[in-house]
């Protein structure tokens, strides 16, 4: 399944637990997945490099849900959310 958009909402940084978190939303071509999402990255990390980061763990998260799991269907991102623009 290929992810074509990402949307990062509700960002903030939690100084507590020294973490990014975000509300990610993929999109495939027939579906869209919400996921609450947590990256440990220096508090003032590049914009481009968090966004990379959120893709990936949402990505490693929709792997991991049953629908994903029992088909042993593969996540992968479009080139332009890994790579940058």
């Known amino acids: ?4 958009d990402i949307q990062i909402t509700h960002y903030y940084y939690d100084n ?3 973490r990014h978190c975000a509300n990610v939303v993929l999109s495939l071509i027939d579906r869209t997945f919400n996921l ?3 990256i440990t ?3 003032f990390e590049n914009a481009e490099s968090r966004i990379r980061s959120f893709a990936k ?3 490693r998260q929709l792997s991991r849900t049953p629908e994903f799991r ?3 269907q ?3 991102l479009a080139d332009h ?3 940058g623009s």
């Open 16 to 18: 507590h637990n020294a």
């Open 57 to 59: 763990e949402a990505a």
């Open 70 to 72: 029992s088909d042993q």
């Open 1 to 4: 399944m290929l992810v074509t």
């Open 74 to 76: 593969e996540v992968q």
């Open 41 to 43: 990255q220096p508090p």
């Open 81 to 83: 959310l890994t790579h």
């Open 36 to 38: 609450y999402c947590q």
